[in-house]
């Protein structure tokens, strides 16, 4: 039984501003949202900027999803 693992893409059907977040919940099976209040919350301590480059660098290397 092969049961393939979905890759790591950005989500069309889960997203908030471009689907990274979504892409990453639904690729390791967490809940999107509150994968997003951990980010966010962990870029407000982190002074953001570390968290909102990080966004972007994914958001151009994640290619967007089929589903």
């Not at 471009?18 to 997003?36: C, E």
Request: proline share 4%; hydrophobic share 50%; no cysteine.
């Amino acid at each position: 039984m092969n049961t393939a693992r979905p890759t790591l893409s950005r989500s069309i059907n889960d997203r908030v501003l471009a689907g990274v977040i979504g892409g990453i919940a639904h690729r390791f099976g967490w809940n999107s949202t509150l994968l997003r209040f951990i980010y966010v919350v962990l870029s407000v301590v982190s002074v953001a900027f570390p968290g909102i480059l990080v966004y972007l660098i994914l958001w151009l290397l994640m290619p967007e999803g089929s589903d």
